[in-house]
């Protein structure tokens, strides 16, 4: 599979006082093959929160936090369907930048804006590949003393797993295949498509 250049998104990683202006470099040309449809994501959406609400039920309010910046589609039709008392917190953590291969190293971009000592928490996150990410930012959590702290998951890789993390509740197991769509992006691109689809190369 090709590997291009992707600098565009580390302007928002670097702090000067004067904006960085982006380089866009264009990728190669893909097409998107639907991979799961918007109605089969609504359906698993409905169970997942259907599990999620029966563990909280005592809860006194649930702080769902939202990995930034994939999983904000997710978290808005999870939370849609919770019955539960609930606030949103979001996190920003890098470690594709815009690349299709995880650097490995996790950095905190975004922190969220509340406490979370003594509070119930769920981790909202995309997609778990190699896990780098939710390992690094469930053990930060975790230093805070959350009363529960648990992790919900739209996509799992399970056989790109480098480190042994798994969520408690997970939408779909996928293949090794990258994908786009419903929040997950492609250096930025195809977020707004309300479907999961994988990328194809062309030529
Ligand atoms: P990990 O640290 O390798 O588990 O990477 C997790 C993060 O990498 C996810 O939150 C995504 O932002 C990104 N990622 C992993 N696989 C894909 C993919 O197939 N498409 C787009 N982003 C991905």
Redesign the pocket.
């Known amino acids: 599979m090709p590997q291009p250049d992707h600098t565009e998104a580390r302007g928002a990683e670097t702090s000067s006082t004067a904006p960085e202006k982006p380089v866009r470099h264009p990728a190669p040309p893909y097409a998107v093959d639907e991979m799961i449809s918007a109605k089969t994501i609504a359906a698993r959406v409905e169970d997942l929160a259907r599990d999620i609400t029966r563990h909280f039920h005592d809860t006194e309010q649930l702080v769902v936090v939202g990995?930034l910046r994939?999983s904000f589609v997710f978290i808005a039709d999870l939370v849609r369907e919770l019955r539960l008392p609930v606030e949103v917190d979001f996190l920003e953590a890098s470690?594709?930048g815009d690349a299709m291969t995880?650097s490995r190293e996790?950095r905190i971009i975004k922190d969220l804006s509340g406490e979370i000592a003594g509070r119930d928490v769920l981790v909202v996150?995309?997609?778990?590949?190699?896990?780098?990410?939710?390992s690094h930012v469930t053990q930060l959590l975790r230093t805070r003393s959350p009363r529960r702290l648990e992790i919900c998951a739209l996509l799992d890789?399970p056989s790109r797993r480098e480190v042994d993390i798994r969520a408690t509740w997970t939408g779909f197991e996928i293949p090794d295949?990258?994908?786009?769509g419903y929040g997950?992006?492609?250096a930025q691109r195809n977020r707004n498509l309300p479907h999961i689809g994988k990328v194809r190369f062309l030529g």
């Open positions: 990995l994939g470690s594709y995880s996790v996150e995309d997609i778990v590949d190699t896990g780098f990410t939710l890789k295949e990258f994908v786009v997950i992006d492609y």
